[in-house]
T-cell receptor
Framework: DAGVTQSPTHLIKTRGQHVTLRCSPI?????VSWYQQVLGQGPQFIFQ???????GRGNFPDRFSARQFPNYSSELNVNALLLGDSALYLC?????????????FGPGTRLTVT | AQKITQTQPGMFVQEKEAVTLDCTYD???????LFWYKQPSSGEMIFLIY??????QNATEGRYSLNFQKARKSANLVISASQLGDSAMYFC?????????????FGKGTHLIIQP
């Protein structure tokens, strides 16, 4: 079975631009979460979606937004990019959104903002 | 607020030895889940093991076991008979229902290097 897939793998953008990152969950998984991992740190939670509804949001500015589609895939959008947005963006899927559901991560999208 | 602390930035271990990676956590929620993930240099986070706060027994998955000491708020990962392929970053994470967000809170990680 295919795991979580993310596209693109790498991306270079300029300050002020907009970016869209995409994620396809494991088949049968209905929840998708997004994380930002800055070099040398653990991942930071951005959003969780379950059944197309926002389930939770981390401490990120409104420049960050996301949505989940009827096929459970998801997009993360970041507007007005800053240098500090350079990071590995990880998508994770799980069967459900409850406490004990393991999250399975994709390979990530490495975003570089210049 | 939820917090995960991993106090070992890096560890060097001889192949075939057992390894203990430390993790302490802080939450006011009585119900929570604890997770360990492995991140090789390729970047992908690999799920290793899960422990629920109400689980009576310590979780085990193959060579991985979680030493859960609730009163001390610690959830150490034990890897038995380490292998060269175990070299990677290891992250401890927690999920608790409080705070409105439903995502995982991660520690800063431990860089484990297995030496032949």
């Amino acid at each position: 079975d295919a795991g979580v897939t993310q596209s693109p793998t790498h991306l270079i953008k300029t300050r002020g631009q907009h970016v869209t990152l995409r994620c396809s969950p494991i088949s049968g998984h209905k929840s998708v979460s997004w994380y930002q991992q800055v070099l040398g740190q653990g991942p930071q939670f951005i959003f969780q979606y379950y059944e197309k509804e926002e389930r939770g949001r981390g401490n990120f500015p409104d420049r960050f937004s996301a949505r989940q589609f009827p096929n459970y895939s998801s997009e993360l959008n970041v507007n007005a990019l800053l240098l500090g947005d350079s990071a590995l963006y990880l998508c994770a899927s799980s069967l459900g959104a409850g406490l004990g559901y393991e999250q399975y991560f994709g390979p990530g999208t490495r975003l570089t903002v210049t | 607020a939820q917090k995960i602390t991993q106090t070992q930035p890096g560890m060097f271990v001889q192949e075939k030895e057992a390894v203990t990676l430390d993790c302490t956590y802080d939450t006011s929620d009585p119900s929570y889940g604890l997770f360990w993930y492995k991140q090789p240099s390729s970047g992908e986070m690999i799920f290793l093991i899960y422990q629920g706060s109400y689980d009576q027994q310590n979780a085990t998955e193959g060579r991985y076991s979680l030493n859960f000491q609730k009163a001390r708020k610690s959830a150490n990962l034990v890897i038995s008979a380490s292998q060269l392929g175990d070299s990677a970053m290891y992250f401890c994470a927690m999920r608790a229902p409080g705070g409105g967000a439903d995502g995982l809170t991660f520690g800063k990680g431990t860089h484990l290097i297995i030496q032949p």
